[in-house]
């Protein structure tokens, strides 16, 4: 049944969405309270989300489910990456933030672009 399965831990890219989430719950505890349960919330999710269907799909048992959870984790990428955009536009993200953020999700949305492609 376990055919395939990866230690997630070992994965480069597991490892800089986990770095992610950090820098992303340091950098959210700056934004305004009345965002606690809004943006701020919403962003918190996406970046969680990223390392965590990385891990799921890691135990899956499959290439083929690996792959699909990858997906849902570049999706979850994308999404973050439009959260901190809308975050840092309204003046909710500092922009030294924003930049930090944006530029290791990039890191982390090609590093799961490519190891999707290699599932093929």
Same mark, same amino acid.
């Given at each position: 049944?376990?055919?395939?399965?990866?230690?997630?831990?070992?994965?480069?890219?597991?490892?800089?969405?986990?770095?992610?989430?950090?820098?992303?719950?340091?950098?959210?505890?700056?934004?305004?309270?009345? *965002?606690?349960?809004?943006?701020?919330?919403?962003?918190?999710?996406? &970046? &969680?989300?990223?390392?965590?269907?990385?891990? *799921?799909?890691?135990?899956?048992?499959?290439?083929? *489910?690996?792959?699909?959870?990858?997906?849902?984790?570049?999706?979850?990428?994308? *999404?973050?990456?439009?959260?901190?955009?809308?975050?840092?536009? &309204?003046?909710?993200?500092?922009?030294?933030?924003?930049?930090?953020?944006?530029?290791?999700?990039?890191? &982390?949305?090609?590093?799961?672009?490519?190891?999707?492609?290699?599932?093929?």
């Amino acid at each position: 049944m376990f055919k395939y399965m990866h230690d997630y831990r070992k994965l480069r890219v597991w490892n800089d969405a986990m770095e992610l989430a950090t820098m992303t719950y340091t950098a959210t505890k700056q934004m305004p309270k009345s *965002e606690q349960f809004g943006l701020t919330n919403q962003i918190r999710r996406c &970046v &969680v989300s990223i390392a965590s269907n990385i891990a *799921e799909g890691s135990g899956r048992g499959t290439k083929k *489910e690996f792959a699909r959870f990858l997906m849902i984790a570049k999706g979850s990428c994308s *999404e973050f990456e439009t959260q901190i955009q809308i975050a840092n536009n &309204v003046g909710a993200l500092a922009q030294n933030d924003f930049d930090e953020l944006s530029k290791k999700a990039d890191i &982390v949305s090609r590093k799961l672009y490519r190891l999707i492609l290699s599932m093929k």
